[in-house]
């Protein structure tokens, strides 16, 4: 069942707790325009929670059903927004898993306030590329110029970037997910906008801004899980290997066959290497 927080004025966050009597909880942290419905579809949440743990999950500000305020946001704002509903809940030492831009939204928070996090696993969200950034520097031209962003720019940019080469070339699952995709049509339109613009803006700016340093990567003092994927265009490999070096101890893994999509394209193996890290620190902090 969802539940709602207002974290700041005229900002309610849904979300939802799975297991939520378990010692240990871990906190789902979303991409740029990843709804937290993507975190249960995926099987994330019903894996982590039949694993013991409770499973805390929220649509960020911009995505429906929480609140889009009007833009500009930051990932400063994001990250508070998630800091309130921790606090609100009573939650320290949370196992974060982070996701694209929610890589950010969790080492901002672990700056910030690190008795939320005692553990952080990063997927396919360290050290973005200058394709990353010419797609960021796209979309938030073709607001500009349009007042939106075309959704037959998103379909296509969806695709090319989440499925690995191989489901590209593949005719009907190309078919398949431009019609899943094309069928999604929000309830609030004029919402949705604002929310995409203010959470594209907040990535931007961040990137502009050249995070994450070496210098805030090598003070992170948590245990660290580094999950890439082959052919991520967004976050190559070998940038992210080189990220996760700087980081006292961390663990990289690189899931082959994958692109940026690989959380939903290849669940079972990303969920293997995100459970045995979730025991593995829970059992360091029990």
């Given at each position: 069942m969802s539940s709602a927080i207002e974290v700041a004025p005229g900002v309610v966050l849904h979300y939802e707790r799975a297991n939520p009597t378990a010692d240990q909880t871990i906190v789902l942290l979303g991409g740029l325009g990843m709804p937290a419905s993507t975190w249960k579809i995926v099987g994330l949440?019903?894996?982590?929670?039949?694993?013991?743990?409770?499973?805390?999950?929220?649509?960020?500000?911009?995505?429906?059903?929480?609140?889009?305020?009007?833009p500009p946001y930051s990932v400063a704002d994001l990250a508070a927004d998630a800091e309130a509903l921790l606090d609100h809940l009573g939650l320290t030492d949370a196992i974060a898993i982070g996701y694209s831009m929610g890589c950010?939204?969790?080492?901002?928070?672990?700056?910030?306030?690190?008795?939320?996090?005692?553990?952080?696993?990063?997927?396919?969200?360290?050290?973005s590329s200058a394709i990353s950034k010419l797609v960021n520097d796209m979309e938030?031209?073709?607001?500009?110029k349009y007042g939106e962003l075309p959704s037959q720019v998103l379909t296509f940019e969806t695709i090319m970037t989440t499925l690995p080469p191989r489901m590209v070339q593949d005719q009907p699952t190309v078919s398949a997910w431009r019609s899943m995709l094309e069928g999604v049509v929000p309830d609030d339109p004029a919402a949705h906008q604002r929310g995409m613009r203010g959470q594209l803006e907040a990535s931007r700016a961040w990137v502009d801004a050249g995070e994450p340093t070496d210098e805030s990567l090598a003070a992170i003092a948590k245990p660290v899980l580094v999950i890439a994927f082959e052919h991520d265009a967004f976050f190559p490999p070998g940038t992210s290997k080189q990220a996760a070096?700087?980081?006292?101890?961390?663990?990289?893994?690189?899931?082959?066959?994958?692109?940026?999509?690989?959380?939903?394209?290849h669940p079972a193996e990303v969920g293997n290497h995100l459970e045995l890290f979730c025991i593995e620190n829970a059992a360091r902090h029990g």
């Open positions: 949440v019903d894996r982590l929670a039949a694993a013991g743990f409770s499973v805390l999950s929220f649509s960020a500000r911009g995505l429906a059903p929480s609140s889009a305020p009007e950010y939204v969790a080492q901002t928070i672990l700056r910030r306030r690190p008795e939320l996090i005692g553990a952080l696993a990063m997927v396919g969200g360290l050290r938030l031209g073709l607001m500009d070096e700087l980081i006292p101890g961390a663990r990289y893994v690189q899931v082959d066959g994958a692109a940026h999509g690989g959380l939903i394209t």
